[in-house]
């Protein structure tokens, strides 16, 4: 256990994964020092996923912000009538982020 994140583990000797502590979204971070971040609910399609991942770009709470990431993936959650990404995107141009 990795002390205020969740479970973390070699996967390989030249790959470790920290899981947050929801135990379904997880960092792979390389010997070499590169971060990959997977969001399954995002990557599988499911909107309300979609709008959340886009959310934590745009927040740059968890994430590095990116406007363009963010943008992207809750346009795919609104793509599939997600309300609050629908919302989301007919504010974006006039929100100060």
Known sequence: MCKGIGNCFWKSN???CVYFHN???YWDITIEGQVEFHY????????HGQYNL???YMEGDMLDKDLTKAKYWIEKAASQNFGRAVWLLEKWDSMST
């Open 23 to 25: 135990q379904r979204d």
């Open 40 to 47: 399954p609910t995002a990557d599988n399609g499911q909107a």
């Open 14 to 16: 030249e790959l470790f």
């Open 54 to 56: 886009g959310k934590l």
